[in-house]
């Protein structure tokens, strides 16, 4: 049974085989394949394999590319630091359970934004002059999209914060921006 096993981590075809990379395992020291600068096809354009630069190239170069169809002075790019810069410069992932109560709060947020509009649905107040209408209209498309405002403001200025630091904002959002005229003319019915 272990043989079997050795077989599936072993590569069984032929070296020169194009599909083939000999890469080093961890905690090994690459070998001189996996250090030779990789090779692409060269495209010489005219049929035959020449074509016409003006009199100003390597001929060396490319009667030796024109040989071998392959250009030998291209180098591909380190592929071992790439993702590592790219890894540092990246911000922390969060967590799944961050994520939920995320999800959560902003549901109550969304459920606030219906209860303003039920609470003010409910009001029999009519004010008595045109600039009392206006201030008493703007407060209730205010109060409307306080939740949803709150929320967004949060994350965009807390996103280089502590994930504690975010969830503290967010519940003092969900305790001071509730629909309490809807929450107390409840109790009080």
């Known amino acids: 049974m272990p043989a079997a096993d050795d077989d599936s981590l072993s590569w069984g075809g032929d070296a020169s085989d194009p599909s083939y990379l000999d890469g080093a395992r961890r905690g090994d020291q690459p070998t001189a394949r996996s250090q030779r600068p990789r090779q692409i096809p060269l495209d010489l354009g005219a049929p035959g394999g020449h074509r016409d630069t003006g009199g100003a190239h390597d001929t060396e170069a490319t009667a030796t590319a024109a040989s071998t169809g392959v250009r030998d002075d291209y180098v591909a790019p380190d592929k071992k630091t ?21 999800g959560i709060v902003a549901g109550i947020n969304i459920f606030y934004v219906f209860g303003w509009v039920l609470a003010f649905q409910r009001e029999t107040f009519v004010p008595n002059n045109p600039f009392l209408a206006f201030m008493y209209q703007l407060g209730h498309i205010l109060a409307i999209a306080a939740p949803v405002v709150f929320f967004a403001t949060v994350l965009l200025l807390t996103r280089n914060s502590r994930a504690v630091v975010r969830l503290g904002w967010l519940f003092l959002g969900i305790l001071l921006l ?8 409840g109790a009080v019915r």
């Open 178 to 185: 509730a629909p309490w005229p809807f929450i107390l003319s």
């Open 82 to 102: 790439a993702p590592d810069e790219n890894r540092e410069s990246a911000p922390p992932s969060i967590s799944s359970v961050f994520l939920v109560v995320y």
